[in-house]
């Protein structure tokens, strides 16, 4: 595996392996890597015959709030673990490569419809950012297929959306989310948690099945369903932000008539933000 900083050095590399006639895909991410990552990268391999991954912590999508200062960055042992997963080339870029012009004046890209509400109303910005610098990366990799795990639901929506309205010439895969053994999603946010708040946190995932399980059920009751998920969160510990059932594809609120649901949590313990979704198919799907 090859490491490359700029823009330069790698649309050198992608035109020799497009030159060589290889399928390439592309795993975005910001670093501090886990095993969800690497499943990403193992797919990909499956998928291509040459696999790039980025890391890069864009500051474009985090807040005034937010953790940017303090978000891991731990590039030796992310160069390991790619490695190990069969990447062939990873892109490492600066702040400065990604942004010359600085982030002030960048030009950003805003996806309506599926950036607004749920992630997007707690984090203003957010998704244009996201949007931003995959497209910027997609342009810059310019790779066949590119893999995001199914945990960001509400980003893998955007950059659906984004690629599609775009015009962008990438097929999109959403992997599923790779989970502990007690069920909670993994996230380079876990490593936040201590012990306490560790052992409270697969709570999140129990009340996204139960809701699920309501759903399969029969219950249509779409509000008193939210009502009762976010009365559980907050009894096992946590501070809600939203417990929501939506259409899967489009991700508008949810009526009783459609058959692909998804059940989207966000919700704090102590300064920690912890998302996670399930999919629901019911019969007639």
Do not use: W
Request: with cysteine.
């Amino acid at each position: 595996m090859i490491t490359l900083k700029t823009v330069r050095e790698l649309r050198a590399a992608i035109a020799r392996t497009r030159g060589e006639g290889k399928r390439i895909a592309l795993v975005p991410t910001m670093g501090n890597l886990h095993a969800g990552h690497i499943a990403l990268v193992e797919k990909a391999r499956q998928r291509a015959d040459f696999v790039v991954a980025s890391i890069f912590v864009n500051p474009l999508q985090f807040g005034p709030a937010e953790d940017l200062d303090k978000y891991p960055r731990t590039l030796a042992a992310d160069q390991e673990k790619l490695l190990e997963g069969g990447c062939n080339l990873l892109f490492a870029p600066s702040v400065e490569e990604m942004y010359p012009g600085g982030i002030q004046g960048q030009t950003r890209i805003a996806v309506s419809g599926v950036s607004e509400g749920l992630c997007g109303a707690t984090r203003p910005g957010h998704f244009e950012g996201v949007a931003t610098v995959v497209a910027k990366l997609f342009n810059i990799a310019q790779p066949d297929i590119a893999l995001f795990g199914e945990k960001d639901f509400q980003q893998l929506a955007v950059i659906r959306t984004l690629v599609r309205d775009l015009n962008m010439p990438i097929q999109i895969f959403g992997e599923p989310t790779v989970r502990a053994a007690d069920g909670l999603a993994l996230s380079s946010r876990n490593g936040y948690l201590n012990d306490e708040q560790r052992s409270v946190a697969p709570a999140l995932y129990r009340i996204l099945c139960d809701t699920s399980a309501a759903l399969q059920a029969g219950e249509r009751d779409f509000a008193r369903l939210c009502a009762r998920g976010l009365e559980a969160l907050q009894q096992a510990g946590f501070r809600p932000d939203y417990l929501e059932i939506r259409e899967a594809a489009s991700l508008r609120p949810a009526s009783p008539e459609d058959r692909r649901l998804v059940v989207l949590g966000a919700a704090y313990l102590g300064n920690t933000r912890l998302i996670d979704n399930l999919s629901v198919e019911l019969a007639g799907a």
